[in-house]
């Protein structure tokens, strides 16, 4: 929710020029809060206030600014300004941002950004969006491997403001190959032996991801190794630059979100849910329910076959939706926990057996609990029918259920097995299929419980 | 997947109690992999090799085992060494695992681990699962106002090795009230004035948790803030300990999951689903199912009422499923882009007539592109009826899937309204209230369009 409690004193300040005060607005708080408290604020005011802050301050409040903010004040804002805090943000941050922007600002903007951040930001652009490439940050401390403890504090104290992170200090050779790294933990515990050189210090035993590889395999390596942040190199060692635990705890996020829309049949958004376009939003959705709506049509297909049964056990009708939903129901259980089970790794490849076992041993236990509602069920709300009618409902939704779970659990291993993502088998999709399969089994139920009293 | 690639050789090793080649296994690789590489080993045979490598080596190689290969070792291999293990393990993780442990096992080792130790696992257990108290560690660099650059470097390189982060400094006064925080980083840029006290360098606006806060709130602040790491306090401000990033993004991925099992209407499992103990699963599973079953009664009885409708118009029946999953599906979708979004931050309080309005834009859109189909659907399916008939199903989609839409962004919005988690609101629960409506407009669509004609 927006903040706006200041707004009216921020407002006042910007009318009155006071640039004292704004000076101390934007001092006095973290710059995540300050960037919370001008949220109330057009991006226009919101630049007007940080062109009077100081120049770090203005940086660190505009970094926390919500994306679109941080776009339009791009997009409109005085060229020279926005370059020259281009110039300063954080490589990667930076990146994503100029990516965003339109070709005819980019290239403005790139003529008015020095040379070697413009040369930067090109060589980043390269990399596809979802790549390790697109997301590393090239501010990193590099070191060579002669370095001594005491020249590497020296130089690090000289730069130290310029690094995104130096809790790692990665070694290179003089060709940039990464050969080792050292963590500035190391290099604090070595501070009393000032002349070993980082060949001695560095660990050897790397854990690196290429710029092309995909960013949620680097999201699970840094997270497997609770790494503070990973190098990114290119295929031929070279150091290209690193990815922080920061960006790593975004993708996380991502994914997941990524996954929930999947799993409700939604092809993922990429966007905000409130800012999409809402042809965009059709689409995606459409596309999916279309799909299942065929699906569905196939259930109107297998019931029309089954009219005369149907014509003459009437009764059975009504139950019709509470059958098939009981088995999607099981089976959209059954395919989430699996999905889950299988991006946590709780899943391995020979645990088939042990998947499908439980899954029937799960099915048949849900299946007799609601086959038993069942009985009361049909037993009063069919006002008494005979033995045969009564057992109908529930063994069909003994058996739905456990088809309902064994399909649900099995259709996410298949996909994965064949290395599509198992969150394609969104619980929709599930449900979809195995509605079919409840109609075919409730008819067949009914016929062979029934046939010999009709 | 398990690697099975060394494990001749490491059982071989074993065997021939080779301890030189045991050690050198040991150190050749990262942990993570040595660890990775004895996964097929049972525990114990982990646990003899573990017992031949260097002191380091093993704990480190100890800490990334599965949680259930070191509650096995905890238990079983010999109390003395465990308890050494686990005096030096890192207090989150290793109060983590003693938790877990019986409670036989647990009154044993505390007798024989170091006072100081024994007293902060007692501490530490203390807060309930889940709140910030439970997941920080207490290893942490504090250090006094008055303390010198200089003087803080002499201390840290005497300690570093104790500590699980050093990224972060931690200022406190004489009564261990946290005062602020000191980066490495900036005291490396210091470096070189070196008689520069902490009360100076320190950056005092500092964000914190409450020992008692949710960790989900804890994971909020970290990744919006992107810190290292958050300080822990009591509600008098007294420094308790830190949580670190590699703990957030265990928590941002178990709150996925949790989110997704929530989603299929599945009680969140705590647990790997693999070793869950099936009656556990059964419950958390069989409660919403019955919840969902009852559900389902509701459209029994909502399709008994209307008996003779049906009757007077069978060609209604085959289409009902259809109909109803139509207008669940595309409350799903809704649901789940809301409940994203809303973790997201993405919606505002003040967005709830937006997002209404945007919902029953695409649920037009949507019923409309569905309805189209089911025109067509009707007219070469129920042998080209009259106009009326031939209009009830397209026309009952349109409303339907926009009722649907409509439903499932709302239900998330008003959970969220009353300070419940809005992922409550399944994907099946909604599905389920829509399947009721969408009998009730289908039947009345029906009833109307059809009537004068019946």
């Known amino acids: 929710m927006i903040n706006t409690l200041y707004l009216p004193e921020l407002r006042e300040m910007l009318a009155t020029q006071n640039v004292h005060e704004i000076k101390e607005f934007t001092v ?42 941080q776009l339009e004040i791009c997009e409109n804002e005085d060229r020279d300004q926005i370059a020259r805090l281009l110039a300063n943000l954080a490589s990667d941050d930076r990146v994503d941002l100029f990516q965003q922007l339109k070709p005819e600002t980019q290239e403005d903007l790139l003529r008015r950004i020095p040379v070697a951040d413009r040369r930067e930001i090109q060589r980043l652009s390269q990399y596809p969006e979802g790549t390790a490439g697109a997301m590393m940050t090239a501010d990193v401390a590099r070191l060579s491997e002669s370095l001594s403890v005491r020249d590497a504090f020296d130089e690090l104290s000289r730069q130290a403001e310029m690094f ?12 940039n190959h990464l050969r080792g790294v050292v963590s500035a933990r190391q290099l604090v515990a070595a501070m009393r032996r000032p002349n070993t050189t980082m060949r001695e210090l560095m660990e050897t035993k790397l854990v690196t991801v290429e710029a092309t590889e995909d960013q949620e395999e680097v999201a699970n390596r840094v997270a497997k190794l609770d790494l503070l942040a990973i190098p990114v190199v290119d295929h031929e060692h070279h150091m290209l630059g690193i990815i922080t635990h920061d960006d ?31 042809w965009t939003l059709g689409w995606k959705r459409g596309i999916w329910l279309t799909i299942l709506f065929f699906g569905g049509i196939l259930t109107a297909v297998a019931l029309k076959s ?83 009618e009564s057992m109908v409902v529930p063994l069909t939704l003994v058996v739905v259920v456990m088809v309902g779970t064994f399909i649900g659990a099995m259709l996410p291993l298949l996909f994965h097995r064949f290395g599509f993502d198992p969150a394609l088998m969104s619980n929709p999709f599930v449900a979809g299929i195995v509605d079919i399969l409840g109609i075919v089994i409730y008819m067949n139920v009914a016929f062979v419980l029934l046939s010999g009293i009709g």
Chains 1, 2 share one sequence.
Do not use: C
């Open 164 to 175: 995104e992170t130096i809790y790692y200090l990665y070694v290179v050779d003089s060709e």
């Open 306 to 388: 089954y009219d005369g049964q149907l014509h003459a056990w009437k009764w059975l009708i009504p139950f019709i939706p509470l059958v098939i939903s009981s088995g999607g129901n099981s089976g959209s259980q059954s395919a989430a926990l699996v999905i889950t089970a299988l991006t946590r790794g709780d899943i391995r490849r020979n645990d088939w057996w042990r998947v499908a076992y439980r899954e029937l041993a799960i099915g048949g236990m849900l299946g007799l609990g609601l086959g038993i509602f069942g009985l009361m069920l049909t037993y009063f709300f069919s006002g008494a029918p005979g033995v045969y």
């Open 28 to 69: 006095a708080l973290h710059p995540a809060r300050t960037a919370e408290f001008m949220e109330g604020l057009t991006p226009h005011e919101a630049w007007q206030l940080l062109s009077h802050a100081d120049e770090p301050q203005r940086l660190e409040v505009f970094s926390y600014l919500t994306p679109p903010a």
């Open 248 to 278: 790593v705890i975004d993708i996380v996020h991502d994914e997941a979100v990524e996954d929930a829309q999947r799993q409700a049949g939604v092809e993922p958004l990429n966007d905000s849910y409130i800012r999409i376009n809402l």
